[in-house]
């Protein structure tokens, strides 16, 4: 299944071949260590040749960001994120589900097939990247969690450590840091739970060893370093709101048209070039995932 491709494109017109080339090498030599145990890779392309959408490098992928579990400056992660231990990790499953309990990372997505999604990024900041993830699809290990019917929402939360996370100390937020999706939202195709980046082991600053990628959503509902997955029949808090409720709703859906209190959201900047361009609906996967919220006020429902 080609999940989230633009039907006309093909892989080699998106990404330049010598680094797709290179990427399948990497992925061919590093077998089970990209797989955490599982299968093959399948690439995955979600670009648009028209925007020339062009892969953020590596470099920048997981030197710029944020992850203020290791200080507020965009390098800071990539600079202090070596305190994190991300093996062993376990990772609690509770509430309404058939099969709560600890699992250990590697067995949660044992046998599971790790795909190469290649997604954009889209920060509330209004900056922006291109970024070739390795993951399994959330939807996976949902299903083999088995929710109960009164599972509606699912919360995320994240590591509290502040042997492992010194930013902790400062209260910037509230710790741990905790986001959350709706059941249909989790088990969208698109929805990543994602365990490497350019076919490498994820990196610590970039949400070791689990984080999640839901593309059409700004950045902060992509939680990094997941330790609690929570099945819930209500809707749970997350940290933005809770910290900023004016400025951060629950959905979080990139829109347009929807500015920040305190900027415009009407475009972006790609990190690394220098005009600003045209930020899209959904961030460009409108026509995947618009149906979810057929009905609902975006302006209100932010
Ligand atoms: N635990 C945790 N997860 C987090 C954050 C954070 O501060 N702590 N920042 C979020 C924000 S605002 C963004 S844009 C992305 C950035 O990470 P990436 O560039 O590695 O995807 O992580 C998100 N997940
Ligand atoms: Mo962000």
């Not at 399948?24 to 670009?47: D, I």
């Not at 992509?222 to 951060?248: D, L």
């Amino acid at each position: 299944m080609l999940i989230g491709r633009s039907p006309d494109i093909a892989p080699s017109e998106i990404t330049e071949e010598s680094v797709y080339l290179r990427r399948r090498e990497f992925l061919a030599a590093l077998g089970a260590g990209v797989a955490l145990s599982a299968g093959v890779t399948t690439p995955v392309h979600a670009l648009d040749r028209t925007r020339q959408d062009k892969l953020t490098p590596y470099d920048t992928v997981t030197g710029y960001n944020n992850f203020y579990e290791f200080g507020t400056g965009k390098d800071d992660p990539a600079r202090n994120a070596h305190t994190l231990r991300p093996r062993p990790w376990s990772v609690v499953v509770e509430g309404e589900v058939e099969k709560p309990g600890p699992y250990d990372v590697d067995d949660l997505l044992r046998g599971m097939t790790v795909e190469e999604r290649v997604y954009r990024h889209r920060c509330v900041e209004a900056w922006s990247m291109v970024v070739p993830w390795n993951g399994v699809p959330l939807r996976s290990v949902v299903d083999r969690l088995r929710p109960t019917s009164k599972a509606k929402y699912i919360e995320f939360i994240t590591l509290q450590d502040t042997e492992q996370m010194p930013g902790q100390r400062r209260a910037i937020l509230r710790w741990p840091y905790t986001e959350g999706l709706r059941m249909d939202e989790a088990r969208h195709p698109l929805t990543l739970l994602v365990t490497g980046v350019y076919g490498k082991t994820l990196p610590n600053q970039n949400g070791a060893p689990i984080r999640l990628v839901i593309p059409w959503k700004y950045g902060f509902k992509g939680g990094k370093s997941i330790v609690r997955i929570r099945f819930r029949e209500t809707q749970p808090m997350n940290s933005w709101r809770r910290s900023a409720p004016n400025e951060y709703g629950f959905y979080a859906n990139v829109n347009p048209d929807v500015d920040h209190p305190r900027w415009s959201q009407a475009t972006e900047r790609r990190v690394g070039t220098f005009f600003k361009r045209k930020t899209l609906p959904f961030n460009g996967y409108a026509d995947q995932v618009a149906s979810m919220y057929a009905g609902m006020d975006l302006k209100a429902n932010y």
